[in-house]
C-alpha cells in the first residue's frame, strides 16, 4: 500500500519561506503524477501544483505562479514544494497526492493516494 508522508511545514511571517517535502513508500514512485493541493479553515480543498512522472508538465495555480516551485526527484522518492514570498492566506493545511496515470493534473479526482497534511501558518 502506498504511503504519502509530508513534513517540512510551520510557522512563517510573511514574505518567508518553507519547503515540503513528501515522501513517497514504494520504489515506483517514478511512474506516478504528483500535486501538491491544500485546504484553509472552512474552505474546500485547492489545487497548488502538479507534476508529471518525469518531472516535466509543471502547472501552478495562479496564486502560486512565481512564488511556488513543485519539484521532484525520483532516485529519493520524494515530492517538493518550494515555497516563498509567503503570505498569510497561503495558511493551510498542505497536502501531496499520487496518480497512476504518471501524468500531471489538476483534478484531485485523479488521484490515488493522498498524505495526511502538513500545517503551514503564515504570520502578518
Known amino acids: 500500500q502506498v504511503q504519502l508522508v509530508e513534513s517540512g511545514g510551520g510557522l512563517v511571517q510573511a514574505g518567508g519561506s518553507l519547503r515540503l517535502s513528501c515522501l513517497f513508500s514504494e520504489p515506483t514512485f517514478s511512474s506516478y503524477g504528483m500535486g501538491w493541493f491544500r485546504q484553509a479553515p472552512e474552505k474546500e480543498r485547492e489545487f497548488v501544483a502538479t507534476?508529471?512522472?518525469?518531472?516535466?508538465?509543471?502547472y501552478y495555480a495562479d496564486s502560486m505562479k512565481g512564488r511556488f516551485t513543485i519539484s521532484r526527484d525520483n532516485a529519493k522518492n520524494t515530492l517538493y514544494l518550494q515555497m516563498n514570498s509567503l503570505k498569510p492566506e497561503d495558511t493551510a493545511v498542505y497536502y501531496c497526492?499520487?496518480?497512476?496515470?504518471?501524468?500531471?493534473?489538476?483534478?484531485?479526482?485523479?488521484?490515488?493516494?493522498w498524505g495526511q497534511g502538513t500545517q503551514v501558518t503564515v504570520s502578518s
Open positions: 497526492a499520487a496518480g497512476h496515470y504518471s501524468d500531471s493534473s489538476v483534478d484531485p479526482y485523479e488521484y490515488d493516494y
Open positions: 507534476i508529471n512522472w518525469r518531472g516535466g508538465d509543471i
